[in-house]
């Protein structure tokens, strides 16, 4: 497939006039030379804009079976790009070959598991409550609940899962299998991937004869494009996967539009790890060793990146701290998605270099004259260090984490309540370590998405349990998820009808049930 440069704007390619960008090999440092992509503005925003507001009323009420059907071929179309789509993205972001191809699978994994959500009809949430003409000292009116696609959807890609989070990923595959028209902002690290993926559903909707305004993808430098999208009276929701400072500005803008609308946004975290005594007791060193390898996996570019450890200092403690510090200091360097994550990360680390009382104990193997590479580190400080100094609560996306020393349980347990919101926490215990999980546990839920026990952060797995959000700054709201099953209901918003004709009723809701999909009727749940 020959990447061009151009923009997807519903079925047509459209070469941007706002100016041109390359795409860029952090691993050599150099621009790809060829093609340049062409960059749009607000003009290609309306036109994307207007087809899709065109194409939902009709893409909302495609039977769910040709809803699934377009997923899946969603789905067949990436794996049918083969192994130029694994080789261009890993020249674009220096991930390794391995990597990526796992991230495709995730990334036709989860479009096929909406495609399943899609067929079961449960997101629906088909409810009905039978008229009771006959109650006192009122009759009741015949109810039906069921949820509608709330409409276009705009999804910006991450820099950090080119496939998984980015043109076909969580966000995109959960808002269209709601019904919802997508327009994509492509992420500006890996502009011949999103328009390899792009293609891929471009062709897609053609397959199945939906409207062409259901996708878009898009290109711009800078914030313009992305803040002309989001400020788009079409758009209805926005999916978000990026920095605190970048996933705020976009809040801002569609919190001032006459009409407000959701944006959700994956920020920050740092995803703390308690060390319990006896787990640190019986295995100091495997779980120092562990952590390591979570530490530095793919560069430590992960969401669910353990940036903070937490446990009762002790002779056990400085065996994990040993262990952590003799593996990390075998681990190469590796290179970074851009050299502007890049220098983040070098200027975030700098900082906690600078704290006073923090100490580096722990360095990885010199990046030498390898480009834009991380090296690990390890840091280590005590409790009040960290209650005094909002720096190490900072995230630094990358190969660090800060080591905390506690006097004891009851400094433990203050520090779980002062950390910010998280996607996830850990937990390392053995059994005589259950009473005092227990006194943490509620802290913890209050605190994240998502509690481990006995594992680390690092690796999500897409199915129907999975909570990947959390409380602010992890995420914008944390009442939902942008992994698993359940993400599509970040996209619907519930319609009651009130003593409609069952002619006019939706399918999910006409008395006969000709979709077959469980329902909660008069209180019972049926199919």
């Given amino acids: 497939m020959t990447i061009t440069g151009e923009m997807l704007i519903g079925f047509s390619a459209v070469r ?147 496939l998984a989070f980015s043109v076909a990923g969580g966000d995109t595959a959960s808002a269209l299998a709601a019904g919802a028209p997508v327009i994509v902002k492509a992420h500006g690290a890996h502009l011949g991937t999103s328009e390899l993926v792009g293609r891929a559903i471009q062709k897609a909707v053609r397959e199945q004869g939906l409207p062409e305004g259901v996708f878009s993808l898009l290109i711009g430098a800078g914030r313009k494009l992305g803040e002309a999208l989001v400020a788009h009276p079409v758009i209805k929701a926005v999916g978000f996967t990026g920095s605190r400072q970048g996933g705020l500005a976009l809040i801002r803008i569609a919190n001032a539009r006459p009409e407000p609308i959701p944006v959700y946004a994956e920020m920050s975290s740092i995803n703390p790890v308690f060390l319990f005594p006896g787990a640190l007791a019986s295995r100091a060193e495997a779980i120092g060793k562990a952590f390591a390898d979570s530490l530095t996996l793919g560069a430590g ?43 983040a990360f070098r200027s975030g680390a700098q900082k906690v270099d600078g704290v006073q009382g923090v100490t580096k104990v722990a360095q990885g193997v010199s990046a030498g004259d390898l480009p834009n590479a991380a090296q690990a580190a390890l840091y280590v400080t005590d409790a009040q260090r960290l209650l005094a100094t909002p720096e190490l609560e900072a995230e630094m996306f990358g190969p660090a984490s800060v080591v905390i020393r506690a006097r004891d349980f009851d400094e433990l347990l203050s520090v779980a309540e002062h950390v910010e919101g998280q996607l996830t926490v850990t937990l390392q215990f053995d059994a005589v370590d ?49 992994v698993g099953a359940t993400a599509i209901d970040r996209f619907l918003r519930p319609v009651c009808y009130q003593d409609l004709p069952d002619a006019l009723l939706p399918a999910a809701l006409k008395e006969a049930n000709p979709l077959a999909v469980w329902r909660l009727v008069d209180g019972e749940l049926n199919a």
Avoid: W, Y
Wanted: hydrophobic share 40%.
């Fill in 301 to 343: 570019q992960f969401c669910t990146n353990p940036g903070l450890v937490l446990a009762i200092d002790s002779p056990d403690l400085d065996r994990f701290i040993k262990a952590a510090g003799e593996s990390l200091a075998t681990k190469p360097a590796q290179t970074m998605l851009t050299p502007g994550i890049f220098d």
């Fill in 16 to 162: 941007g006039t706002e100016g041109s960008q390359r795409a860029f090999n952090p691993a050599t440092d150099s621009e790809i030379p060829e093609p340049s992509f062409g960059m749009g503005g607000a003009a290609e925003v309306e036109r994307a804009a207007s087809l899709a507001a065109q194409a939902f009323d009709v893409f909302r009420n495609v039977p769910l079976a040709k809803r699934a059907a377009f997923l899946d071929a969603i789905a067949d179309n990436i794996l049918g790009i083969g192994d130029e789509l694994i080789e261009r993205a890993h020249a674009e972001t220096g991930l390794p070959i391995a990597r990526l191809q796992g991230e495709r699978g995730r990334t036709v994994g989860q479009l096929r598991l909406f495609a399943k959500v899609v067929r079961d009809g449960h997101f629906l949430g088909s409810t009905i409550d039978h008229a009771q003409p006959e109650r006192q000292p009122l009759p009741r009116a015949d109810l039906r609940l069921a949820k509608v696609p709330v409409g276009p959807v705009a999804v910006f890609g991450a820099s950090n899962f080119p």
């Fill in 434 to 482: 259950h009473a005092d999980a227990q006194r943490l546990l509620p802290v913890l839920e209050r605190k994240a998405g998502r509690i481990l026990a006995n594992g680390f952060p690092t690796g999500v797995e897409v199915c129907h349990a999975m909570v990947h959000g959390g409380p602010f700054p992890s995420t914008s709201n944390p009442m939902f998820t942008s």
